[in-house]
């Protein structure tokens, strides 16, 4: 990442998961799927960096597990792209991949947006009185 700041991370989830519908429908039209393996490791690998820049800045005290985690979420979306995008199997292989995604939002990401959520409250309160 350069000077940007890290975007809304709710806003990266869904275009994260639009990728990976669209790694899907591609893959099960039968069309080279070589760019969107490269689209959706790219991706991930930004929107992990950008998270991990929010947990370094607000202090996250979960952070060496969740940074652990998306290290093998890397290893395993790594291994999805290193295959060959013509191979049947590959579509199982990426809902395989989407679904520990979802599940990574679901609970890892979620315990983040709540201590975000909750340090801003915090933070709102001690401004206001
Ligand atoms: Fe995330
Ligand atoms: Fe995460």
Sequence with gaps: M??????????DHGIQDALFRGLLAVLNSGQDASEMLAAVQNFS???????????ARHGYPDTPAHRAEHRRLLGE??????????????????AGVMA?????IDEVDKRLADYLR??????HRGTSD
Aim: hydrophobic share 40%; aromatic share 2%.
């Design 118 to 123: 909750a340090q801003e409250a915090g933070a």
């Design 77 to 94: 979306v790594q291994a999805m792209c290193t295959r060959d995008p013509a191979d049947p199997a590959l579509a199982d292989v990426v």
């Design 2 to 11: 350069d000077a940007k700041a890290p975007q809304d991370p709710h806003l």
């Design 100 to 104: 520990q995604m979802r599940t990574h």
């Design 45 to 55: 690998l930004r929107h992990f960096e950008a998270e991990e820049h929010l947990m």
